[in-house]
């Protein structure tokens, strides 16, 4: 349904929506479920790059060189500056976008990798060792509600793995689409090797997260880890880089809907106020496939 030929392409959920439930209700169902994801990931990938950051910084500059602790609410601040110029990028087919998606997926893989084998070492050496004791893998929490909540948190984190579906859409219209070669192709295959490449790091970083640390790891085993420092240090400031290419994948949709938005009530308003048809506002078609 997303191609030109045959039918209509629908390169945003939400006009999909309208096409399946109607005009009005295809909104209401569509676009808040799209919107809580969208700007609750970008929330979590804020807080991610300001922790990110703070434990570059805490590695890096330790108490020894007499450096001042900076709280966690001004690295998230840090890193939401990085994103002032980026989100004026006007779509995904810009050189930037390009090169800040590029980066971005560079950067999971090779954090990954380094989580990955700083974990193994890390549960090897405590295993060989009389710290192997302390690491504890019992269920962390005690009571029914702790365990439900637990459940569900875990849920939560598989979804949110897997968070680019909810985009998919917006995503496959910044891919021209022709008759002769038509979108749904490299679609397809980057969507097979992303997912795949996405089970393949988080069930990586999980298994040796857990043998590494057991029930204290942090939900980001970046955050566990201490050892070598600059080799930490480094996927933790891949991890920033990361963040930041993925925050605008998922902030994009939200400007282009407030963009139609605002360009509807402008053009509305012109139009009230005059007998001829007002010449439209300019926008910026932040997920056109031309």
């Excluded at 390169?11 to 169902?29: A, M, N, P, S, T």
């Excluded at 890096?60 to 998230?76: G, N, V, Y």
């Excluded at 090169?99 to 990955?116: G, V």
């Excluded at 969507?191 to 790091?201: D, P, S």
């Amino acid at each position: 349904m997303h191609e030109i030929v045959p039918g209509k392409r629908f390169d945003r959920y939400h006009e999909l929506g309208q096409h399946v439930f109607g005009e009005k209700l295809g909104l209401w169902i569509i676009v808040p479920q799209q919107l809580i994801v969208e700007v609750g990931t970008d929330i979590v990938y804020m807080v991610t790059g300001g922790q990110s950051l703070k434990k570059v910084y805490d590695l890096l500059c330790s108490s020894a060189h007499h450096c001042k602790d900076i709280r966690l609410t001004f690295w998230i601040m840090i890193f939401a500056s990085v994103h002032l110029p980026l989100s004026q990028l006007p779509n995904f087919n810009s050189i930037s976008a390009i090169f800040a998606a590029a980066a971005a997926a560079a950067m999971s893989l090779t954090y990954s990798m380094i989580a990955f084998f700083a974990s193994a070492f890390k549960g090897a050496s405590s295993h060989s060792s009389n710290a192997a004791s302390a690491v504890d893998y019992a269920l962390k929490a005690a009571t029914t509600a702790g365990k439900a909540f637990g459940v569900l948190n875990a849920l939560g984190a598989v979804a949110f793995a897997y968070a680019g579906h909810n985009v998919v859409l917006e995503i496959q219209a910044t891919i021209p689409s022709t008759p002769d070669q038509p979108s749904k192709k490299p679609m397809w295959k980057g969507v097979v090797v992303a997912y795949a490449l996405v089970a393949l790091c988080y069930l990586a970083v999980a298994f040796t997260g857990y043998y590494a640390f057991g029930n204290a790891v942090a939900p980001n085993v970046l955050i566990s880890l201490e050892k070598p420092k600059w080799l930490v240090a480094a996927a933790n400031l891949m991890v920033a880089v990361h963040v930041v290419g993925s925050y605008q994948v998922f902030a994009l949709p939200v400007f282009d809907m407030m963009e139609t938005v605002l360009v509807k009530k402008l053009d509305s308003r012109r139009g009230s106020g005059s007998g001829s048809s007002p010449d439209p506002p300019m926008s910026w078609p932040r997920c056109s496939s031309e």
